[in-house]
């Protein structure tokens, strides 16, 4: 048999990329679709100035980015280039962004991308149109660079057409044809086209498209103002019509634009203009030239006039130029910023791959060649799954909102913490009123509120033993922080805290067909008595880690399942079997969670619970169902900080009146509402992983120090035949723990990691260590650097010492957590 029928809808940058990467890996009956003309489709790759700047605070983003830059650059039409490595320069004006600068080099180090910051002189020498006294300095990228993107797809298209693919212009799909749940072909006015997988890569026409099979497709079109000047007198004869441009590509960030050269002019992008959302009816229609076409509006003047002033004052060779054309040029914006990939839940073979820049298109299309070729991308790309938002992030004013906000911060200075002011309030726990009375600070995750810390808790800080004191930082680190943590780790550690873990997803997996579910897509040993809990994981087929669970059997067919978000659910939903034998069930909203944890911990829940609480009674990774001052609770001994104590689980309805009575009676106990500042710093000392973070699908097992969580010897699952012969002594690199010396200074996460002056890995996660006063900081490195080892970290333009630790670093016998 053949390679199956593929029809991509859309012959802009992204879908031309996917009939290569699909025809050079042999998948020859490929067909591309477009409504427009060919090659120039009237979409924003029409048009696009392909300024390609690969650095990101995002290891895959910018995976994707270099990818993008290595497969152009072999590129050629006519012999004329498809990528022009020119470099790319960002600039900084003030210190703020000079500092940001650093960060970002660091990001760049981390992944892998060569970059240095360079002072004003050179940052002129590089691009001579730069007054040196009007900038600080700048981040120099040698391999950043243009892509000629309307050329890239006459290239990808001629190479896909030799590997067997046929493009198709003037053809709109006006439906997707499907049967039993699976894509069957695409509607044409001249007719249907059979496929077996359909690939929309329709750019900003993305939600129309997936309207078609009733699909949310999180996007919102934008207009973005695009400029040309006339001659620029500086740059005539610098250039030829071949060459187009000599100077890096250009960002100012902190005026929200960037420049390019055309030959003798110069083109200019802003991003300092209101957002200006787009009516998929209102497009203009009629001929498609160079110089019209749906995806760009007429220019808005007025809008670029203050972008205007500003580009003269960076660039003074502008104070005579005037602006010969420009445009108002749409493209997608997303609630994250993240692009749009995946299949669709109701209808199989029916795929999307949305909201990709030019800078990522080559590696979005691998990525997408990989997933359904070999059912895996090597880029690990949970950030890009169309399946990680929740249902009210997929709402369309809620699309409207963020996506709007993101163009408005799209060259800001973001800190890692800082939350999206609005929407707010979106999701809240039953405690919600409790936690805002005693004055919580609430940051944002997925719609839901969480506290960082209690204001409460305030008068606690001046209690703190010497040796609990948290030393002061620095502006950035003390930004969406509070030594108010320290006082709530204190109290966890000592007497007893409540946490509201109702944000964490949970699925419900019941039905006879439950347990082999569990078996075959878990590391774990599920046929366990009723009453276990278990630490697993679910594998990818090459034993990447695509999740970690904790999975409670609480009755023989039914399963509660401790999850990390929408894709675990959309993952056990999908592998769930045909015959309905299995149901998954996500009850996060319809249930709660509050972690009781510390010493005082048992105290206190016994003196309101007539069930037995007692170590033998109820054992460490064991639940019971429980009543807890009349409230009927699904409790769970574990502790994801290290102390003694239980995840107590019960409905909505319920919630408000168990945080009632824990906290009643826990005022004899010394309780206190702690939030998730210092429940962060207590996990990582206890070694703790988050998914996501500290490890993915890019990541073993074993390399994740999780390995212990693999039980081969229980038969067949996913990702166990990839793990044959892998150990903690086999792997080359490990998730290894350090303090930093320095104990005022707490890194954040993404900064690299340098062992005898060269780069070899980057930080994960990181907190301050409250019980053990230091900063404490997991890192990926090479296994050789083993503890004891001493490693410096980058944080913005210095370096800090670090050693790699033994972990965890509290409680290794598990004394606390097993008493
Ligand atoms: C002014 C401006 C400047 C930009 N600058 C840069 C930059 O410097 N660097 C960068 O990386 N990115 C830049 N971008 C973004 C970049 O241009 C886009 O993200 C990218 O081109 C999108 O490619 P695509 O293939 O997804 O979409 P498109 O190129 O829009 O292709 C989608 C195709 O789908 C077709 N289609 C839609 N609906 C249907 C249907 N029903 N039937 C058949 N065909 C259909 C359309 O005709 C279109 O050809 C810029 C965008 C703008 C507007």
Known sequence: MGSPRVVIIGAGIVGTNLADELTARGWDRVTVVDQGPLPLTGGSTSHAPGLVFQTTSSKTMTALASYTVEKFLSLEVDRQWCFNQVGGLEVATTEARLAELHRRQGWATSWGVAGRIIDPQECAKLHPLLDPTRILGGLYVESDGLAKAARVVVALARRAQSGGAVFQGLTKVIGIEHSGGKVTGVATPAGVIPADIVVSCGGFWGPDLGALIGMDVPLLP?????????????????????????FPILRHQDQDLYFREHVDRLGIGSYAHRPMPVDLGELPDGEITADAMPS???????????????????????????????????FSFTPDGGPLIGESRDVAGFWIAEAVWVTHSAGVARAVAQLLIDGRSEVELHGCDVHRFEQVQLDPDYVSETAQQNFVEIYDILHPLQPRESPRDLRVSPFHARQEKLGAVFLEAHGWERPQWFEANAALVDQLPTVWQPPARDEWSAMFHSPIAAAEAWRTRTAVALYDMTPLKRLEISGPGALALLERLTTGTMDKSIGSVTYTLALDATGGVRSDLTVARLSEDTFQVGANGNLDLDYFRRQAPSDGSAAVRDITGGTCCIGLWGP????????????????????????????????????????????????????????????????????????????????????????????????TTEHNPFEAGVGFAVRSQKGEFVGRSALCGISDETVDRHLSCLTIDDRRTVVMGSEPVFLDGAPVGYVTSAAYGHTVGAPVAYAWLPATAGVGTSVEI?????????????EPLVDPEMKKIRS
């Open 296 to 330: 760009m509006l007429t220019f808005t003047k007025e809008d670029f006039a203050p972008a205007w002033e500003q580009c003269k004052k960076l660039l003074p060779c502008l104070e005579t130029a005037t602006i010969d054309t420009g445009f108002n040029g749409i």
């Open 222 to 246: 934008l207009a973005h103002q695009y400029a040309k000047t006339h001659q620029i007198p500086e740059l005539v004869g610098r250039n030829t019509e071949l060459s187009e441009a000599g």
């Open 794 to 806: 980058q944080y913005f333009d210095r370096r800090i010492a670090a050693t790699v630790v033994a």
């Open 600 to 695: 005082r911990a048992r105290d206190l829940v016994e003196a309101i619970s007539r069930d037995d609480f007692s170590n033998e009674g109820f054992k460490y990774f064991r639940s019971k169902q429980v009543r807890i001052g009349g409230v009927p609770v699904t409790a769970m001994r574990l502790s994801y900080v290290g102390e003694l104590g239980w995840e107590l689980y019960t409905s909505a309805e319920n919630g408000l009146r168990l945080w009632d009575v824990l906290w009643t009676e826990g005022q004899r106990h010394g309780i206190i509402a702690a939030g998730r500042a210092a429940f962060n710093s207590l996990r990582l000392e206890k070694g703790y992983r988050s998914w996501g973070t500290d490890m």
